[in-house]
């Protein structure tokens, strides 16, 4: 098999080893015989768990990515960050006083931002994250929550940052007090919560949990999956 | 005269008063500010040390935008970038100052920003009160504002950033007149004070506000003790000091009396007539009742009485 | 009575050190006391302006344990009215940044946390006080 496909030499944490042209970063680690434990998740560019940094050949850029997203390539240099530490406070959404400046009594280190661009650079979304960075500085949740939205929580915006701001934690207080206070309240949801507190689907999920692993598997493969068709807008 | 304009972050933020009144006062005198489309905070204090080029980068990457604007035919050859606050002023007119004489410098910064065009160094950075003075003259504004401010005694202050070091400073560090003479222009008068250009503890105010408080109190005083019934500044800071710091300052001296603290565009915008965009609710010390009793603004008499 | 100071090459390195970060000669210092006269927070220092100066002069490093370093608000008063055209305000910029850059903040962000400030208070605090 190795003799017929072209193969790339990889570093994974220094150790050299030659694996097969094509294939993502994750793919390519796991062919050279690690495991992944913590770090990985999805595999499909959502839950933002694999963030990784590396360096190719010849190149003085420290690039990140996500590992399953992005095809491995002769003489890089790889790393797993499995974890980015991050704090986040804890708030209740309730309670919050959206007119003051929430963000920065929670997150006052965002005011430390030197605007130096690395944590968009580093945004495997090609988000603008310093922008909404300022934004949070403006106390503006709107331009957040839309500059933001596309965040997957990876966690490389703040392991790059200098200013030790913890990006992803900002924007998605943001997006929680733009949904709670500003955003109009979508009428569907608001009609099926309805739904749900009055109990119209109390019986099948009643009849759900009494399953067995196998026929919730069966059931799951078989389910039915609503699809608007193309150029619909659903009704509110 | 479309000129592009530095908002800084709290003016968009706790300050939003000081922009609309600024913005409205500006149109009555046919200047049409022209908001960055995209800028980010100056960093409010400059760094000072010789080495730390980093914190010169959030500066001159906003010049850039002016460039940008330019480039777009978002403005024709216009290159003076107005800046309401102070602080802001100093900031970015420091970092210009240093990369328009400093060409390694220069090169560092633009070959750090990789993603942004280079800076040329083009950009002019000046306060909206040097416009006001320079460019439009407070002869001219005297002419064309709508309701004189006659019988207010408003005392300037000045404070550090518009002043200081000299080669930044819009006036005479020691012996400034410029809002003097725009207070003027407005039919004010002026009113001195032996601090007005004391320093109100600046950002002490975050972990040490007793600090300024203590300043706070000096600089009111000193106001008050001249006759004056308000001050004005042009530092959002200084506002947030002089005003919001009042209930501290009565705390720590209970001879202390409460005084009215306007941003300059405020006054400015109620000699235009422009009362509605001045936002005096959002002070913290309410000077709707000194300028009803100066029969400046209108009594608003509530159905209650 | 006379004092003297012996002035060993620990002192010259931390006097060095402070002359490159600041770019500022402060050997130039004559000690008239303007600065200290003209500081709006000489009141609150445990160590005058114009003693700070003598300190880096002489190379006593005590002079960054000072408070008085960080109750400079970077005024520029001293800078404008200092005969020998020296920027104070560099000075003690160096200083506090000696021990900033060594990661180690002069406020405590949760103490921060407790009141809502506008944007130009806590940006400029942080840039000030945080390393």
Known sequence: ?236 | MKLPYFPGCTLKQTAKNFEKSAMASARRIGIELVELPRWNCCGAVSSLTSDDIMHHVAPIRDLVRVQQMNDDGILNNEYRLVVLCSMCFNVLKRSNMLVTKDAETLNKINEFMDTEPDYEGTVEVKHFLEILRDEIGFDKIKEKIKKPLHGLKVSPYYGCTLLRPREIGIDDPEAPTIMDDFIKSLEATPVDNPYKSLCCGSYHTVGNAEVVAHRTYKIIEGARRNGADVIITSCPLCAFNLDNRQELTKKLHPDFEYMPILYFTQLMALAFGEEKEAGFDENFVNPVPLLEEKKLLKKVVSRGE | MTEVIHIEKKNVKFLQKVVELSGEEVTMCEQCGICTTSCPMAEEMDVSPAGIMRAVQIGDESVVESKAIWFCASCFTCTVRCPRGIDLAKVTEALRQLTLRKNVDHIDLDEVKKESLPAIALVSALRKFTG
């Open chain 1, 1 to 236: 098999m190795e003799g017929n496909k072209k193969m790339i030499t990889i570093y994974i944490m220094g150790k050299a080893y030659k694996v097969p042209f094509g294939l993502t970063i994750m793919k390519a680690v796991e062919y050279a015989g690690y495991r992944f434990i913590r770090g990985a998740g999805c595999r499909a560019g959502f839950c933002g768990a694999c963030a990784t940094v590396y360096r190719k050949k010849g190149d003085y850029k420290f690039r990140t990515a996500l590992a399953c997203q992005t095809t491995a390539e002769d003489g890089m240099y790889l790393a797993q960050l499995p974890f980015v530490p991050a704090n986040r406070e804890e708030y209740n959404i309730e309670n919050i006083d959206p007119d003051k400046n929430v963000l920065s009594e929670y997150y006052p280190e965002i005011n430390r931002c030197v605007s130096c661009n690395t944590c968009t650079k580093s945004c495997p979304q090609e988000l603008d994250v310093m922008d909404f960075i300022q934004a949070a500085i403006r106390g503006d949740y709107k331009k957040v929550s839309s500059l933001s939205f596309d965040c997957i929580q990876c966690g490389l915006c703040t392991a790059r940052c200098p200013a030790e701001i913890t990006h992803y934690h900002v924007a998605q207080l943001a997006r929680r007090i733009y949904g709670k206070y500003y955003s109009p309240i979508p009428k569907h949801l608001e009609k099926r919560v309805g739904e749900i507190k009055k109990g119209k689907f109390d019986k099948e999920i009643e009849r759900l949990k009494k399953m067995s692993v196998d026929e919730l598997k069966k059931a799951y493969v078989k389910r039915k999956i609503e699809r608007i068709p193309r150029g619909e807008v659903r009704e509110e």
